[in-house]
């Protein structure tokens, strides 16, 4: 069996990864081979310019765990420990400074943080607001409805800012927060839920066969996120080398278009089924049993035939945003207080020209290159706000970016700018899908519409449809695989 992967990030690669030992597998990868992740060595410093961090927890974390183990890459992990700072302190910046966010709600209530101003009366009417009949409603209509919009604009916004770089009023609370959709559609509230949870098992988990595995497993969730000692791109590579090694050929070439073989009698499989042909942007041509596409769907609709214009319409419609990353290097500078990093929700973008700042240092001080006197963060910038703040993305002055970086810096953590030693700006077009309202209908009728348009042969996945973090991405891709070939 021939199967084509479209895309060339961590979803292709994953896909390809767990096909090979059942299919002959050809990656179309383009020039960028691992996607956003991002790893840069400036001066002797490794910098992230693309995702930094994984985190444990949960039935995608537990596939991305059980990847980097069979990668062997288990031995070169930088866990966090649960209660190190960077663990446990989590800051919203809010009325010109910043604001703990400890994990205990209890303490959070005592500290009487203005982030959190209005809690304690919405927790105790939230069981009581009546569960919505709507199939879907934004981030904010379900937080305010359900807690209130102080909640949903000074604590929910800025958290999402840091995930999805975008607007909570636009946001499917089914397709990005589907724990609190299915919370209130199944318990009728979320208190309701958090208190069947208390007292209900966990699902069990099929244990992995391989008994170090599941050892490694067990021992990374008690964490709270990691890393590995050569920065995020070690994973990207080392799942290239494996399964360029084990015999999957990776093309790099851009895909021009996909359609069904016409010619079935020169190009079939043993059943008669048609295969898919696949044509590339150098007028060569692969000819697949079934072909996965991971590729954005803005630029997967635009190499399905123009006959599929409802289709096309679909994907096209799937927007993404903008996002700069500024990593930062200072010296003689201290953080008062240590932790994971600080987020801005929306209503302080009239003071705050970023997203949020990830103190890179806190969380990783072991990591390769690291230099124990100096202060490494990462600042993010634009997302749902990026033409507003700055202008076409295309036309952006990195200088104009990293000055903005510099000033929030200063006015947040009191870094003086004449301490700057370092700096990296990367601006990266269109990379966080966004899922509005409806998403989730959405990817089902493309799902639909692509099984029944291919006979079954041409699958989707990747960051576009069911989860923008790398987690997702590998734990989607293991999903469809073992889909495809349980057929």
């Not at 990093?341 to 009239?350: A, C, D, N, Q, T």
């Not at 989607?476 to 889909?483: A, G, I, R």
Request: with cysteine.
């Amino acid at each position: 069996m021939k199967v084509v992967v479209l895309g060339g990030g961590i979803s292709g690669l994953a896909a390809a990864f767990y096909a090979k030992s059942h299919a002959q597998v050809t990656v179309i990868a383009g020039q960028n081979v691992g996607g956003w992740v991002q790893t840069k060595l400036t001066n002797g410093r490794l910098l992230e310019a693309g995702p930094r961090s994984l985190r444990p927890s949960g039935e995608s974390a537990r596939s991305m765990l059980e990847l980097v183990y069979a990668l062997g890459l288990d031995k070169q992990v930088l866990p966090v420990p649960a209660k190190s700072p960077a663990a446990l302190n989590r800051f919203i910046y809010s009325g010109g400074s910043l604001h703990n966010l400890p994990a205990n709600p209890l303490k959070m209530i005592i500290e009487n943080s203005p982030v959190i101003k209005g809690l304690v009366s919405s927790v105790l009417k939230e069981p009581f607001q009546p569960k919505s009949s709507n199939l879907d409603e934004s981030i904010h209509e379900f937080v305010s409805r359900r807690l209130g919009a102080h909640i949903a604009d000074n604590l929910v916004s800025a958290v999402i800012h840091g995930v999805y770089a975008g607007d909570i009023k636009k946001l499917s609370i089914r397709s990005t927060l589907n724990v609190l959709w299915n919370a209130e559609q199944n318990h009728g509230s979320l208190s309701k839920y958090a208190l069947s949870s208390m007292f209900s098992k966990s699902p069990l988990v099929e244990p992995n066969p391989d008994k170090e595995c599941q050892a490694f497993v067990d021992k990374m969730v008690k964490g709270k996120i990691y890393s590995f000692s050569n920065g995020m791109q070690q994973l990207t590579d080392t799942l290239r080398d494996n399964i360029v090694k084990d015999g999957v050929q990776i093309i790099h070439r851009n895909c021009h278009s996909v359609a069904n073989d016409v010619n079935q009698h020169k190009n079939s499989k043993m059943d008669g089924s048609s295969q898919i042909k696949v044509s590339l942007d150098d007028g060569s041509t692969l000819y697949a049993d079934h072909v996965i596409s991971t590729i954005p769907s803005i630029n997967f609709a635009e190499v399905i035939p123009t006959a599929f214009s409802a289709l096309s319409n679909d994907l096209k419609s799937i927007e993404s945003v903008d996002v700069a990353v500024v990593n930062l290097v200072y010296q003689n500078s201290k953080l008062e207080h240590e932790g994971f990093g600080f987020l801005v929700p929306k209503p302080e973008f009239k003071n705050m020209d970023i997203l949020g700042v990830v103190y890179d240092s806190c969380s990783f001080p072991k990591q390769s290159t690291s230099k124990p006197n100096e202060v490494k963060l990462t600042v993010m910038l634009g997302g749902y706000v990026f033409l507003e703040k700055f202008g076409p993305v295309q036309q952006v002055s990195k200088e104009k970016l990293l000055q903005v970086s510099v000033d929030a810096v200063e006015k947040a953590l009191k870094f003086k700018p004449e301490n700057l030693i370092d700096s990296l700006v990367s601006v990266h077009e269109k990379c966080i899908p966004q899922y509005y309202v409806g998403h989730y209908d959405k990817v089902k009728r493309i799902e639909k519409e692509l099984s029944k348009s291919f006979n079954g042969n041409l699958s989707i996945t990747g960051a576009s449809y069911n989860g923008v973090s790398l987690n997702d991405c590998v734990h989607n891709s293991k999903t469809l695989v073992s889909k495809i070939f349980a057929k």
